[in-house]
C-alpha cells in the first residue's frame, strides 16, 4: 500500500513540473473561441468574416478569471493530458490565444477526434488528447462558455468570471 501511495506521487509530481506543451503558453492574457463547423460551397472553403484561422467564430471570450486561465494552462501542460488516441476528423469546437506579439500562441481543440494543434510562428505540431484529457478540456469548455447543446449555435453565453469580446 505504501508503494502504491509513492508511485501516486511521483505521477502527480511528473505531471504538474513536466511541461508537454510544445510552447510556453502565457495565462495572463487569453482567449477563448467556440468554433462552428467549416463549410464549403461551389467554389470551396467559405471562409466568413468573423473567423479564427478559417474557422467561423461562434462565441469569443477574454478570460477575465485567472483560474481558469490557469486550469488551461495546466490542461494543455500536463503530460497526462496527451497519448493514446489517434483517430483525426479535425473539426475544432474551441480555439485558444495565449499571449500577445512574438510570445502569442494559438491553439485548436477538437474534443470529437481528440486533438490539439499549438500554433506558434511557422510551427504547428498536433498532439493526441487521451481521455482524462479531453475530460479536462470538456469541464473547460463548459465552464467558460456553459454547458455544450447539440446544434446550439448561440453566442450570447457568458460563463461567470468571463467577458464576452466585442
Known amino acids: 500500500m505504501q508503494l502504491l501511495g509513492i ?11 513536466s511541461d508537454a506543451s510544445p510552447f510556453p ?16 460551397g461551389e467554389h470551396g472553403l467559405i471562409v466568413p468574416a468573423h473567423a479564427f484561422l ?11 478569471d485567472p483560474a481558469t486561465a490557469s486550469a488551461l494552462v495546466h490542461a494543455l ?19 485558444l490565444q495565449f499571449g500577445r506579439g512574438s510570445n ?9 477526434c ?3 494543434q499549438f500554433i506558434h510562428a511557422d510551427q504547428s505540431p498536433m498532439l493526441n488528447l487521451n481521455p482524462l484529457g479531453t475530460w479536462r478540456l470538456k469541464r473547460l ?26
Open 7 to 17: 508511485l501516486l506521487a511521483i505521477f502527480i509530481a511528473w505531471d504538474l513540473f
Open 114 to 116: 481528440d486533438h490539439a
Open 104 to 112: 502569442e500562441v494559438d491553439v485548436l481543440i477538437c474534443l470529437d
Open 77 to 95: 501542460s500536463a503530460r497526462s493530458t496527451y497519448g493514446l488516441l489517434d483517430t483525426l476528423c479535425f473539426e475544432p469546437g474551441m480555439a
Open 25 to 40: 503558453l502565457d495565462s495572463s492574457h487569453v482567449v477563448a473561441y467556440r468554433l462552428g463547423r467549416r463549410e464549403f
Open 141 to 166: 469548455y463548459d465552464r467558460i462558455f456553459g454547458p455544450a447543446l447539440a446544434g446550439d449555435a448561440s453566442t450570447d453565453k457568458t460563463a461567470a468570471g468571463t467577458q464576452p469580446s466585442p
Open 54 to 64: 478559417g474557422w467561423p467564430i461562434e462565441q469569443t471570450v477574454d478570460l477575465t
